[in-house]
């Protein structure tokens, strides 16, 4: 029998979801209440990615009214191909807020009005939002979030950068190659706290040689306005002024206003407990993406829609694996990791970029790649990177994971030279050597 799949949420994760419920012969219908893309399009990872690549060439180009149009032509671009998919495989977008009055039933609210929904199952693809403490909040002109990326048609001199998760890394990348005066406030959990601390360690004494300003070790607490602009104060009272500050403190899930009690569903600190296939307490509600909690990018929210959506619609797919899901900066260089890379067991070896002929040819500066492998048996366990193109190198790593591959079975093969793809295979060889 065919299912009827209502999905709540225009993301990454949405639209994942729909493509994978669609193509599984399912009458979906996609609710959201931005356009297509969702906030990931619109307001942050879309935007984001538009600067970061405009700044990666040898000599950037700075004209940011340019990226600015570019930008908002990219978004157009994006969001219409992604219409012109859906409509190509018969899922129905709606466009509304979405609320549970029962774990079967939504009411849809829109600018026209009120409608309600039922379905067989339910995706919820709500995403997340960004964390701001009060004394800390953006004003969208001396104090700035990602959101506004889409808006900087023009460039302060200095700026005082919050935050040192993934998009604290990116933006004080990016305001540091854009030629800007940038101060890094870096709380007690360091650059990077998920990822492996040699890695965390390589980026940020390449993006302090660079000439970015580090203040390690204390929170900031609140943000002063001066003539100037603005001055971030931390917990230990230190004071460093800017013309900007720019917010990446963190995300939290978008449950809020989605009234999933009605929908029989209890919160976690907001988030909802799933299985391996997006479940939650409810089977037929899913979950996917942020709203699941960390870690929050978009490829894994992606990966976790394509199963439910496959699985709410009826079929019996592989379930999701946490394990094989990259994690990325896109700063320069890279940062990547996925899987596990220490605990009982957890062998490492590291291979330096300029182990193969193509770290000869990048600027590599502190380059390498780690693969993570279990001592008895071999198996590969995860693997982190840093330098050009890092994600790129850990794709095979990747493959790996999915397929159960070991050592032995990485060292046989040999990626096209000179790429970064080789780095993996000659980093199990040296482990193979080693033992």
Known sequence: MRKNIVIIGGGPAGLEAARAAGRAGAQVTLVSNEGLGGRAGWHSLLPSKVWLTAVDSPIPEADPAAIVGQIKAVKQAWSAQRAAELAALGV??????????????????AAAGQQTLTADAFIVASGSVPIFPPAMKPNGKTILAPRFASALDSL?????????????????YLFNRLGLEVTWI????????AFDADTAQALKETLAQRGVKLVEGHMADHIDQT?????VVTTDNGRYPAALAFLAIGRRPDTANLNLEAAGLSLDSGVAAVDVYGRSAQPHIYLVGDVTGAPMIANRGMAQARVAGLHAAGLDPAPFREDTVIAAVYSEP??????????????????????TLKGHLLPQEKAFLKLAYDEKNGRIMGATA???????????????LQANLTVSDLMALYGAHPTVSELAFIAARQASILG
């Open 227 to 231: 003539e100037a602009g603005v001055e």
């Open 156 to 172: 302060p001199d200095s700026v005082v950068v919050v935050g040192a998760g993934v998009t604290g890394v990116e933006f004080a």
């Open 386 to 400: 840093v330098g050009p193109h890092a994600a790129d190198a850990l794709a095979p790593v990747a493959v790996a």
């Open 186 to 193: 870096i709380d007690q959990f360091g650059v990077l706290p």
């Open 334 to 355: 890279q940062v990547a990791q996925i899987g596990r890379l220490n605990g009982v067991g957890v062998c490492t070896v590291q291979a330096p970029y300029t182990a």
């Open 92 to 109: 129905q977008v709606a466009s509304g807020t979405a609320v549970f009055t029962d774990p079967h039933t939504i009411t849809l609210t």
